[in-house]
């Protein structure tokens, strides 16, 4: 008898099809509650921020609620946007340019404007371009009348056009011919190099007006205008058009430097070398900002000098002769950083140590370790470690250099035969933290499926640091051993971050009543600063990262661990992020 299965079919039993749609159905239907609970969360994160005290604090949760929404709700998220903005406005129209502490005034919204300019161009070009110039920072106060301070305002307008030149590559090109009418930001070049790859006709329209634009500078006067001419020569080629470079792949587009053409290339240098070939002989007859600026180009120039003997060969003499010239006037050090520019870039640790030889004694330490760390990070950790036992004089940077190289060497392996040297390598450094940081990084590189060596190594990091949190150190050690725990043991984990936030709510009320008296503030008004509030917001930060990778596989725990958190202001920085990871987890599935 025989069987043949040629014409058979599989038939699918009614009930297991049926199952398969029931277990479908309800993974939908759980996604969609969560989908809900994660936005009735936002809400709710919002909602509580309108109690702060702090404009920037609300501005903050604000601008990234409004981030979150805009998918789900365009139009409210643009409202949100547009009301934060007014608010931060108002911040910046409140700071007093003649206020002796002008700059610690301006740091937190300068900081937030940066975030949500960012925010909204991925969203609105326009509504980033409004946003911009409703908000405009006031101008910084001139320390040095002799040195033109870069514009922060036209940064971030470059900022915008980069970023928006793939969708609106129009609009980019008008932001950055109305930018050059106002002055000169290094920044141009970074969108110079946007629309080369994307426009070339409209990336040289942009280099000839920028080269119109630094012809009317004195460039060793105007930093800015210096970095960007600098720039442009370290965009352009080193091969000729005709001869392609050996690793161009056949039917790949040109490099983009070339199509700047070698007559860009040329009058740039002739702008740079005229400037400098201008220079007084002696550092001594310029200002300090001028003598940085011109330091600054000349060492620049000398890296580059194979470039201008082939596009510039008569000025190549003379530069010389100014380089020296000027470097002689200079102090010893700082004459043989300058000196040896090029071989501390692109020299070989040999080429470092011969080097070495050369420069006062009291740097020479400098260049071997530089040395030390070419050969590691060429793969020769042998030679590496020769090099510094056999050269570094200073015993504190010999040895810490030594260790530094063995941690290296072992976080970058996750080879079970590691744990062995890891526990010979801890009784040498000097301090628990040391011990801990080099535990978890060799466990953060484990593989996921290396458990046992990975807790083997975990348990031993939390024995030596137990239940202490006296100082930062030992709290800090603690998160870090908590956020390593989420990939081999989240129970773990759980345990530790409901201890942090107990020890957080216990430090933060000690801190408000000792603010006045401490040398570091982080309250204002008496609510804790979000953003760069000093250690107390930094914590936060690391046990909020560390729940919202949590909070994927209990939501509920998370939340009623950081609903321990005492304070609105603490608890809505420890939620923000878990709502972020939700929100933007949800959207890739």
């Given at each position: ?8 079919t599989v038939t699918v039993p009614p009930a297991f099809s049926q199952l398969q749609a029931d ?567």
């Amino acid at each position: 008898m025989s069987i043949s299965l040629a014409s058979s079919t599989v038939t699918v039993p009614p009930a297991f099809s049926q199952l398969q749609a029931d277990r479908g159905r309800a993974q939908r239907d759980k996604q969609r509650a969560l989908v809900r609970k994660a936005f009735s969360l936002l809400d709710e994160v919002r909602g509580e921020a309108q109690t702060l005290k702090r404009p920037e604090n609300r501005v903050r949760i604000q601008a990234i609620a409004a981030d979150l929404l805009w998918k789900r709700d365009p139009e409210r998220a643009r409202a949100l946007f547009v009301e934060a903005g007014q608010q931060l406005a108002e911040m910046m129209r409140s700071i007093d340019v003649n206020d002796p502490d002008f700059y610690g005034q301006i740091n937190i919204p300068a900081q937030l404007r940066q975030e949500m300019l960012f925010m909204i161009s991925q969203r609105d070009a326009i509504l980033a371009l409004e946003f911009l110039r409703t908000t405009r920072q006031p101008p910084p106060p001139q320390i040095d009348p002799s040195h033109k301070e870069a514009d922060p305002e036209l940064q971030l307008e470059l900022s915008l056009a980069a970023q928006i030149t793939d969708h609106d590559p129009a609009m980019a090109l008008r932001m950055a011919e109305e930018n050059l009418e106002k002055g000169l930001s290094s920044e141009i070049t970074n969108l110079l190099q946007r629309f080369m790859a994307q426009s070339p006709q409209a990336g040289m329209e942009l280099a000839h007006r920028l080269l119109r634009k630094l012809r009317s500078e004195k460039l060793t006067a105007n930093r800015e205008a210096a970095n960007v001419a600098l720039n442009l020569l370290q965009m352009m080629p080193r091969t000729t058009p005709d001869k392609p470079a050996a690793d161009q792949v056949p039917g790949e587009p040109e490099s983009q430097a070339f199509i700047l053409g070698e007559d860009v290339y040329r009058e740039v240098i002739d702008l740079v070398t005229t400037a400098v070939l201008h220079l007084p002989p002696s550092v001594t007859g310029l200002s300090f900002s001028e003598r940085d600026t011109a330091q600054y180009m000349l060492t620049s120039l000398q890296s580059m000098m194979t470039q201008i003997e082939k596009y510039a060969p008569a000025r190549v003499n003379a530069l010389r002769a100014k380089i020296t010239q000027f470097n002689n006037s200079l102090d010893p050090q700082t004459r043989a950083y300058n000196e040896n520019q090029e071989v501390m870039q692109t020299g070989t640790a040999d080429d470092l140590i011969e080097a070495a030889g050369r420069v006062p004694a009291e740097i020479r330490d400098q260049f071997y370790q530089q040395a030390a760390w070419k050969a590691a990070n060429s793969g020769d950790l042998v030679r590496a470690r020769q090099i510094a036992s056999d050269h570094i004089s200073n015993s504190y940077q010999r040895n810490s250099f030594l260790l530094d190289l063995e941690r290296t060497a072992l976080s970058n392996s996750a080879d079970q035969s590691k744990v062995e040297q890891v526990l010979q390598l801890l009784p040498r450094l000097r301090s628990v933290e040391e011990r801990v940081m080099t535990l978890t990084q060799v466990v953060m590189g484990q593989p996921a499926n290396n458990q046992r060596s990975a807790l083997e190594l975990l348990n031993l990091a939390h024995s030596l640091v137990g239940q202490r949190t006296d100082d930062s150190a030992h709290f800090n050690a603690q998160l870090q051993i908590a956020q390593a725990y989420i990939r081999f043991e989240p129970a773990r984990s759980f345990e530790l971050y409901e201890q942090a936030i107990d020890r957080l709510n216990e430090l933060v009320g000690a801190a408000v009543v000792m603010d006045g008296f401490s040398c570091q503030r982080q309250f204002k008004d008496g609510e804790l600063v979000l953003q760069g509030g000093g250690s107390l917001a930094g914590f936060l930060d690391q046990c909020a990262n560390g729940l919202s990778s949590l909070a994927q596989l209990d939501l509920e725990r998370v939340l009623a661990i950081t609903a321990r958190l005492q304070r609105s202001e603490t608890r809505l920085k420890a939620r923000l992020p878990i709502v972020q990871n939700l929100v933007s987890q949800l959207a890739l599935e």
